[in-house]
């Protein structure tokens, strides 16, 4: 399995690291995983000023305090990961390199902050969530579970899209631990109340 976690040294952002690293089942195959930081470029005018190298150093120096962390996080738990960094502006690059990776998983975690409190996610979430069709897992920041395998909802609809969803817990399982506990969802409408005359008084 492969993983690509974009990261931003949030506590969201560390949720979804100790997520990954809790699970006790996936590790025994050694997954694939590489976290991805973005850094937002310096003014140019800043750049021109203190030169290229600075600047390089910069990037480096800042992208490392996210990164090392997370890498020492997954290494205690046994899983080796890969890790890099681009600049520009978080949302779109994340976006466009999720559209172009050929993860299994996309794993985060999300503010929620910005906007409206963004609906349901952050800004970020909702710009690799537009940018690609890779299966995308959000983490808001509640603790690791301290049991490997995990109780899963599934919400069914009929569509191709909860089909989908099953087929990628079936294929992922190992993510989900040894034996997870399965509760599959559908709402029914309420059909007594559209067949309801309507109120005439």
Same mark, same amino acid.
Not at 151 to 166: F, T
């Given at each position: @399995?492969?993983?690509? @976690?974009? &990261?931003?040294?949030?506590?969201?952002?560390?949720?979804?690291?100790?997520? *990954?690293?809790s699970r006790a089942t996936l *590790?025994?195959?050694?997954?694939?995983?590489?976290?991805?930081?973005?850094?937002?470029?310096?003014?140019?005018?800043?750049?021109?000023?203190?030169?290229?190298? @600075?600047?390089?150093?910069?990037?480096?120096?800042?992208? %490392?305090?996210?990164?090392?962390?997370?890498?020492?996080?997954?290494?205690?738990?046994?899983?080796?990961?890969?890790? !890099?960094?681009?600049?520009? &502006?978080?949302?779109?690059?994340?976006?466009? *390199?999720?559209?172009?990776?050929?993860?299994?998983?996309?794993?985060?975690?999300? $503010?929620? $902050?910005?906007?409206?409190?963004?609906?349901?996610?952050?800004?970020?979430?909702?710009?690799?969530?537009?940018?690609?069709?890779?299966?995308?897992?959000?983490?808001r920041g509640k603790p690791a579970?301290?049991? %490997?395998?995990?109780?899963?909802? *599934?919400?069914?609809?009929?569509?191709?899209?909860?089909?989908?969803?099953?087929?990628?817990? &079936?294929?992922? !399982?190992?993510?989900?631990?040894?034996?997870?506990?399965?509760?599959? &969802? $559908?709402?029914?409408?309420?059909?007594?109340?559209r067949m309801r005359p309507a109120?005439? %008084?």
């Amino acid at each position: @399995m492969r993983l690509l @976690m974009p &990261i931003d040294g949030s506590r969201f952002s560390k949720a979804a690291v100790a997520f *990954i690293a809790s699970r006790a089942t996936l *590790i025994q195959n050694q997954p694939d995983i590489e976290l991805l930081n973005a850094q937002f470029p310096v003014p140019v005018r800043v750049a021109s000023a203190v030169g290229k190298d @600075m600047v390089l150093s910069y990037y480096k120096s800042e992208a %490392d305090k996210v990164v090392e962390p997370a890498l020492e996080t997954l290494r205690r738990a046994g899983l080796p990961a890969q890790a !890099r960094y681009v600049v520009g &502006i978080p949302g779109v690059e994340l976006g466009k *390199i999720a559209a172009a990776d050929t993860a299994d998983l996309i794993v985060m975690g999300s $503010h929620g $902050h910005t906007g409206f409190k963004k609906l349901l996610f952050g800004s970020v979430t909702n710009a690799v969530l537009a940018s690609c069709t890779t299966p995308l897992l959000v983490l808001r920041g509640k603790p690791a579970p301290k049991n %490997d395998s995990l109780k899963v909802a *599934i919400a069914l609809d009929g569509s191709k899209y909860g089909v989908a969803a099953v087929r990628f817990f &079936i294929k992922n !399982r190992d993510l989900f631990g040894a034996a997870p506990m399965v509760t599959f &969802i $559908h709402v029914v409408p309420n059909l007594l109340n559209r067949m309801r005359p309507a109120n005439t %008084d």
